[in-house]
Nanobody, 120 residues
Framework: QVQLVESGGGLVQAGGSLRLSCAAS????????MGWFRQAPGKERDFVAA????????YYADSVKGRFTCSRDNAKSTVYLQMNSLKSEDTAVYYC?????????????WGQGTQVTVSS
């Protein structure tokens, strides 16, 4: 099993930026597409972004398109989510996961998540 560890969350004012990281425990991570998801308090987990195995193809939820950028460095077994122009609506716990069916169907373990809080 691949173990995933998210990091980079924090408190930021609206309009600010954060860069999230998701580190995988093994190099076979590079054979999978990866996805980012988020869950706000009292709400269901929502899809945010996905990136293909090679990193060439990405897909974004309409709510973050143009503001968030997903990338990956397979040599470091890490995927990233650059979040710009943050809004209060982006406040959530962010998770990464292996993608089984493009773009938002997942399998395997979730990471522990990283909290992103955007002040109004």
């Amino acid at each position: 099993q691949v173990q995933l560890v998210e990091s980079g969350g924090g408190l930021v004012q609206a309009g600010g930026s954060l860069r999230l990281s998701c580190a995988a425990s093994e190099r076979t991570f590079s054979t999978y597409a990866m996805g980012w998801f988020r869950q706000a308090p009292g709400k269901e987990r929502d899809f945010v972004a996905a990136i293909s195995r090679t990193g060439i193809t990405t897909y974004y939820a309409d709510s973050v398109k143009g503001r968030f950028t997903c990338s990956r460095d397979n040599a470091k077994s890490t995927v990233y989510l650059q979040m710009n122009s943050l809004k209060s609506e982006d406040t959530a716990v962010y998770y990464c996961a292996l993608v089984s069916t493009w773009p938002d169907t997942t399998f395997g373990p979730w990471g522990q998540g990283t909290q992103v809080t955007v002040s109004s």
